[in-house]
């Protein structure tokens, strides 16, 4: 599994990936292995995506707002990642879902189908 954050020099988690695969290829890692990956990228910040799990939206272009070590935002960002989870494993639709969360989730999925 690999997670990072995708910059403003990468559209889409498409991109990244694409960056990724011509280092690991050049470094002799085969294309079924490569495929074995689940690749996670957020846009810019990870916070967006416990804003969006702890307020239902959020905005990528912007900074999300961070959640203290020991507040009760992480019970709760936690709560939701696990229901989140669930989501992405049944495939089911994420209203106002950031973009790089979508694309997380989808390329989850197609890694998970090939186990």
Not at 26 to 47: C, M, P, T, Y
Not at 76 to 98: F, H, I, T
Request: hydrophobic share 40%; proline share 1%; net charge negative.
């Amino acid at each position: 599994m690999v997670w990072a954050d995708m910059d403003d020099d990468m559209a889409d988690g498409d991109a990244l990936k694409s960056v990724f695969w011509s280092r690991c290829k050049a470094a002799g890692i085969s294309a079924q292995e490569f495929e074995s990956v689940i690749f996670v990228f957020a846009k810019d910040r990870l916070e967006n995506w416990i804003e969006y799990l702890l307020e239902g939206a959020t905005e990528e272009h912007q900074e999300g707002r961070k959640a203290g070590k020991y507040s009760k935002d992480q019970r709760r960002a936690r709560d939701a990642a696990k229901k989140l989870a669930e989501s992405c494993k049944e495939n089911n639709a994420l209203a106002n879902c950031p973009k790089s969360l979508s694309w997380s989730c989808q390329n989850w999925r197609k890694a998970a189908e090939q186990f």
